[in-house]
Nanobody
Framework: QVQLVESGGGLVQAGGTLRLSCAAS????????MGWYRQAPGKQRELVAA???????NYADSVKGRFTISRDTAKNTVDLQMNALKPEDTAVYSC???????????WGQGTQVTVSS
């Protein structure tokens, strides 16, 4: 069983910064990628950023230049540095890990990010 624990969400003013962290533990093998999705009220879930085992990153157009994803492969953690936050970044952010030969995907419980104008 795989567990992901997220931290770092909260309330921040527009233009501010937050850093989200996610730690994966359990029966994880052969991690392919880790990343973050978000879902705002009334909207579909969208991929925010992802990073592969080789270090290749992928970002949503709406966050390019503002958000940075990083990963510690030894610790199985993934962080999301969010700068220049906007009210439209308000959402529940969930991390995921993709691993194994399925591949399989496990999710964190989600953390709320609220950006006030």
């Amino acid at each position: 069983q795989v567990q992901l624990v997220e931290s770092g969400g909260g309330l921040v003013q527009a233009g501010g910064t937050l850093r989200l962290s996610c730690a994966a533990s359990g029966s994880i093998f052969s991690i392919h990628a880790m990343g973050w999705y978000r879902q705002a009220p009334g909207k579909q879930r969208e991929l925010v950023a992802a990073i592969t085992s080789g270090g290749t990153t992928n970002y949503a157009d709406s966050v390019k230049g503002r958000f940075t994803i990083s990963r510690d492969t030894a610790k199985n953690t993934v962080d999301l540095q969010m700068n220049a936050l906007k009210p439209e970044d308000t959402a529940v952010y969930s991390c995921y890990v993709e691993y194994g030969w399925g591949p399989f995907r496990s999710w964190g419980q989600g953390t709320q990010v609220t950006v006030s104008s």
